[in-house]
């Protein structure tokens, strides 16, 4: 058994702001180095958590010789190539989503790691959530019988100012837009709690914000990603959904609060779950929800919890303790098998968007 787990990271967005402080709250952790594009953010993320080493170079980080686990931090453009390389050098993976560009490089990277004797997630944090594991077992016991129907609203205005910069997060071409960013959550949390299928699917993109500053061009730039996704889906196997549907709408430019909620509706009533995991039961022929006591998971201090980083620091002692015990698996863990389902689902929702029909899978 390892004694302490080190841990190298790979951008420093959602990793310096909530990656690394869960992690850093684990006793047998510890973050030995950091690599950005720009080596001044990675030498700014060292130095506000005391990591000796940084560098503007991803290889250097996964080949350190302390390094156990690689959390992958980037624009999805870098994750096939970032998750094969660490994997050739025998260390744990921790990728985030979307898993990949599309679905030849996911099987190439989910091939890879099934050929390795190392721990390959990918981060759908949602997944630890206390609420949600609650809700997934009524759900699985038949609280509310068979699903007929599932819905997902989520909506942030994160994107809606119009002078906010141009970013990789504009460019479908490494990755951005909502699609792959909010939406392969969703499809990841529709797969795992209703252990079913997505077989379906019908999709519209919208870009509203459709230009916005290159700050190092100094001038105006396309946008081409989506701030806007909305699925029609079908759902298959399993003993929930039969013959269930579910629709998903998306939006980073609708006012006025966060929203993240996910409704199941079934035979025998229907079930709510917010965005920290609060739960919502209404049977059959009530008019009303009734709240069911739930654990709500502890927070980062300095940011706003909208879930992910209490998922986050739910799931960092999960971690540290499968690799420190020799674990290539967590229970509730998102697989690369698990990212590469969501990445089917992903690519066929693209296709429909361009041919404006429904692409079966």
């Known amino acids: 058994m390892k004694d302490k787990v080190k841990i190298g990271i790979i951008g420093t967005g959602f990793a310096r702001r909530v990656q690394i402080p869960a992690f850093l709250a684990c006793a047998d952790a510890e973050v030995v180095s950091i690599a950005s594009g720009s080596r001044s953010n990675a030498e700014k993320t060292a130095r506000e958590f005391n990591v000796a080493h ?74 630890f959530q206390s609420g949600r594991q609650k809700a997934r077992k009524m759900l699985q016991n038949g609280d509310i019988g068979e699903i007929i129907h599932a ?77 806007e996704s909305n699925l029609i889906v079908r759902f298959t196997g399993g003993d929930l959904v039969k013959d269930a549907t579910g629709i998903i709408s998306v939006s980073m430019v609708e006012y006025p609060n966060y929203h993240n909620l996910i409704e199941f509706f079934g035979t025998k009533g229907a079930l709510r779950v917010g965005y920290k995991g609060e739960i919502f039961l209404a049977k059959q022929n009530e008019s009303d929800y009734t709240e069911i006591e739930t654990e709500i998971g502890a927070a980062l201090s300095d940011i706003f919890d909208s879930g992910f980083p209490s998922g986050f620091t739910a799931f960092a002692p999960k971690i540290i303790e499968a690799i420190k015990t020799g674990k290539t698996e967590i229970e509730h863990a998102a697989t690369f098998a698990d990212g590469l389902k969501v990445q089917e689902v992903l690519d066929a929702a693209r296709q429909s968007d361009k041919t404006g029909a429904a692409v079966n899978l």
């Not at 989910?110 to 390959?120: F, G, H, Q």
């Not at 970013?167 to 252990?195: C, M, P, V, Y």
Request: proline share 2%; charged share 30%; aromatic share 8%.
């Open 54 to 127: 940084f560098t503007d170079d991803w290889r250097e980080t996964i080949d350190h010789a302390e390094v156990d686990l690689i959390c992958i931090t980037t624009p999805p453009i870098f994750h096939r190539e970032m998750t094969v390389y660490a994997l050739e050098r025998d260390k744990h993976v921790l990728c985030e989503k979307p898993m990949a560009m599309n679905v030849s490089e996911a099987v190439e990277m989910t091939e890879k790691a099934a050929a390795k004797n190392v721990l390959a997630l990918i981060d759908h944090e949602l997944r």
């Open 151 to 227: 819905k997902y609203n989520f909506r942030n205005a994160s994107r809606s100012d119009v002078n906010s910069a141009w970013n990789w997060w504009s460019d479908k071409e490494q990755g951005g837009g909502a699609l792959g960013a909010i939406t392969s959550h969703i499809i990841d949390s529709f797969r795992w709690f209703l252990s079913a299928e997505i077989s379906s699917v019908f999709c519209q993109l919208q870009t509203h914000v459709k230009e916005r500053r290159d700050e190092n061009l100094n001038k105006m730039r396309e946008v081409t990603s989506d701030d």
